[in-house]
């Protein structure tokens, strides 16, 4: 079988197995209704309790954990094919710990509690103050360890800020709700938050599904690529702010949601011949499966108990991550 017919099965399946868990977070639930009746509240045009959950709570969620888990996945492949570095992931340039702490001053503040969408916008702008300041740091010409170091001083000022609001923080309650979001989860959103969120992901879509054949060239080592036709100032810029608008509206939505963007790219990297203008689009299909069916995990194990869906990939991702740390090492050896 040829390569390019396994990578159509590969991203084939994908798509099945994508759709169907889509379709199937519709269906979960403690509501308790069928398959069928789920599909009727959401394309049926009457106000009854069915639609009303339906469009109102589960239509939100599938749509969020569809495009959350696309943007990790994506995000990832793309920095581990820039970065050359198998243990990148979207966290790595600051992104998601400088969104979180927007998310936690607005609750801090209080500004979340007077504007319902005062947390999510509070955290998208600190992800776009984030990278300004890691391309700021990095230079128009930095390298890539240059950018890997920005990203670092940038994350680690922004979980020490929000340490820093979490020990000072006067109402138990609020800290509670801090630590909470932190965790990660796709629960009571709406489609207001989808329609918040999309327009920086598709931005940070377009940005990122373009940048396979010049990390193709990359492969080869950054003199190569240059002399291959590879503009590698715009290749940074593309990555830094790609990454920035898609994985800074995911987060911005749903809190941190670790680990995604890391397993996802490698378990899919053998199949897809380590090529990252193929890896892109499998991991995006690849991430998108993963966080619908942690999301589904989430609501099957303890829907009493409001079990964090960043906690769930956690859970399955740092062992992955350890695993990962060891076989590197053994390969250094």
Do not use: C
């Amino acid at each position: 079988m040829s390569s390019q017919l396994s990578y159509r099965l590969l991203l084939a399946g994908l798509f099945l197995a994508t759709g169907l868990l889509f379709f199937l977070s519709l269906t979960v639930g403690p509501a308790g209704f069928g398959f069928a009746e789920s599909l009727q509240g959401v394309f049926s045009g009457q106000g009854d309790s069915i639609a009303l959950i339906m469009r109102e709570i589960r239509l939100p969620r599938a749509l969020l954990g569809l495009m959350v888990g696309m943007t990790l996945g994506l995000s990832g492949a793309v920095l581990q094919g820039y970065l050359r570095n198998p243990l990148a992931e979207p966290g790595l340039i600051g992104v998601t710990a400088s969104a979180s702490l927007g998310a936690v001053l607005a609750i801090y503040t209080g500004f979340a509690s007077v504007f319902p969408l005062g947390l999510p916008l509070a955290a998208l702008a600190a992800a776009v103050a984030a990278v300004i300041v890691v391309q700021l740091l990095a230079g128009a010409f930095g390298g890539v360890l240059t950018v890997i170091l920005a990203g670092v001083a940038v994350s680690s000022f922004a979980t020490a800020m929000t340490s820093l609001a979490l020990n000072l923080s006067p109402n138990p309650y609020a800290a509670l709700e801090i630590m909470f979001w932190m965790l990660g989860s796709l629960a009571d959103r709406s489609m207001d938050h989808v329609l918040l969120a999309a327009p920086a992901m598709l931005v940070g879509w377009l940005m990122l599904f373009g940048l396979g054949r010049s990390l193709d060239a990359l492969t080869l080592g950054r003199d190569t690529a240059a002399s291959m036709g590879v503009d590698l100032k715009r290749l940074q810029l593309l990555v830094v702010f790609g990454t920035a608008a898609a994985v800074g509206g995911a987060t911005s939505v749903t809190g941190a949601i670790g680990f995604v963007g890391l397993v996802v790219p490698h378990v899919l990297r053998p199949l897809t011949g380590s090529l990252p203008s193929r890896l892109l689009p499998a991991s995006a299909l690849g991430g998108g499966a993963l966080v619908l069916a942690a999301d589904i995990l989430v609501r099957l194990i303890a829907p009493e108990r409001d079990l964090k869906l960043g906690v769930v990939t956690a859970v399955v991702g740092a062992p992955f991550f350890l695993w990962l740390v060891w076989r590197t090492r053994r390969q250094m050896l």
